[in-house]
C-alpha cells in the first residue's frame, strides 16, 4: 500500500472519530443529559455565537441580564454619546423619588412653551404618576419640563459648579447609581444647539440606569407597554395617547420601552423585556436612525433570547 495514501486513510479515520465525539457529546449537551467543565468549550465550537450573526445600524449598542446583573451583548458600550429623549426616564425617576405617585405637578406656561405639543394645557395640575405615563409614552417635552419643576434635590447650594439646581439634582442621581459614562444638561435630552446634546450617556450606562428602574420602581414605565393610553389630569381634562414606539405590541415580553431622536442623537432605543421568569433583559440602542432603531432592537431581543437557550 502506498503509505501516503495509507496516512491519508489514518487522519480522514482519526477526524471523523473526533467530529462523531463531539458531535454526540453536543446532542448529549443539549439533551441534558451530559454536563461537564468542557460543556461551554464544546457549545462555542458547535454553535455560532448569536449575536455574531446581527448586523446593527447602531453606533452602540448594549444588552445586560439584569438578574444576573451580567453583560451579554457590547458594540462600543462605553462610547459616550447624546441620549435625546431616554433622558426623560431620570427626570421622571427623581420626580416619582422624591414626591412619590400621588404628588401633583402642575403645568406652567414655561413647560408649553418647550418644543413639541401633546395637548398639555397651562395651568393643569396632574397626578404625577398619570403625568410620568403621558411623559414617558408620547416623550413629551412639556411633560418633562413640568415634572422637572418638582424636583427639589440636588445642589441648591451650589452653583460653583456652573450646573443649574436640576441638572445638579440629574447628574447627582447618576453619580450614585454609578453612571460613570452619562452627565445631563437639560430635563429632556433635546438638543441645545446645532453642536451640543441635551445630555450625553453611554449604552452601558444607560442599562444599568434601565436595571435601577426595574429593581427599585419596576412600575414607573409600565404605560410604555401599551400603544394606546387614555388618562386625565386632576383638573378633568381627558388625553387620547399614542406610544413613540410603534412596534411596541411586536415585541415578546417587554415590559418598559423608550424612545429618543434629536439631529445629534440620530435613533436611540431603550427596552426591558422578559426573558422568562424573573429574568428581564434590558437593550439599549444609541446612535442608529429613527426607523432602523427598531429593528436593531429586535435583532438585539431574539439573540439574546438564542444566547439564554443555549
Do not use: C
Amino acid at each position: 500500500m502506498n503509505f501516503k495514501n495509507k496516512d491519508h486513510i489514518i487522519v480522514s479515520g482519526l477526524a471523523l472519530v473526533f467530529f462523531l465525539f463531539l458531535f454526540g457529546r453536543m446532542v448529549l449537551i443539549q439533551t441534558n443529559i451530559l454536563t461537564s467543565p468542557e460543556e461551554e468549550h464544546i457549545k462555542q465550537l458547535l454553535v455560532p455565537d448569536p449575536f455574531s450573526l446581527i448586523h446593527l445600524k447602531a453606533k452602540a449598542a448594549f444588552v445586560f441580564d439584569i438578574e444576573k446583573k451580567k453583560p451579554l451583548y457590547s458594540l462600543n458600550g462605553e462610547a459616550q454619546l447624546p441620549l435625546a429623549s431616554l433622558t426623560k426616564i431620570m427626570t421622571a425617576l427623581i420626580a416619582l423619588e422624591e414626591q412619590g405617585e400621588d404628588g401633583i405637578a402642575i403645568v406652567s406656561k414655561e413647560a408649553i412653551l418647550e418644543e413639541g405639543d401633546h395637548g398639555f394645557l397651562v395651568g393643569e395640575r396632574w397626578r404625577l404618576k398619570d403625568l410620568i405615563d403621558a411623559t414617558l409614552l408620547t416623550s413629551s417635552n412639556d411633560g418633562a419640563h413640568a415634572l422637572a419643576s418638582v424636583i427639589t434635590s440636588g445642589g441648591r447650594d451650589s452653583f460653583a459648579s456652573g450646573q443649574s439646581p436640576l441638572t445638579e439634582a440629574l447628574n447627582q442621581k447618576a453619580k450614585q447609581i454609578g453612571l460613570s459614562q452619562t452627565f445631563f444638561i437639560n430635563e429632556t435630552g433635546f438638543d441645545i444647539n446645532l453642536g451640543v446634546s441635551g445630555a450625553y450617556g453611554s449604552a452601558q450606562d444607560f442599562a444599568r440606569l434601565l436595571g435601577y428602574v426595574e429593581r427599585e420602581h419596576p412600575h414607573l414605565m409600565e404605560a410604555t407597554t401599551h400603544l394606546l393610553l387614555t388618562t386625565h389630569s386632576l383638573d378633568g381634562a381627558v388625553h387620547n395617547l399614542e406610544n413613540t414606539n410603534k412596534f411596541v405590541e411586536t415585541f415578546p415580553g417587554i415590559v418598559a420601552s423608550k424612545t429618543g431622536t434629536t439631529d445629534l442623537a440620530g435613533g436611540n432605543f431603550a427596552l426591558i423585556f422578559d426573558a422568562g421568569p424573573m429574568r428581564p433583559i434590558a437593550v439599549v440602542v444609541l446612535g442608529s436612525t429613527p426607523d432602523e432603531r427598531f429593528s436593531d432592537a429586535e435583532q438585539l431581543i431574539f439573540a439574546a433570547l438564542k444566547t439564554l437557550q443555549l
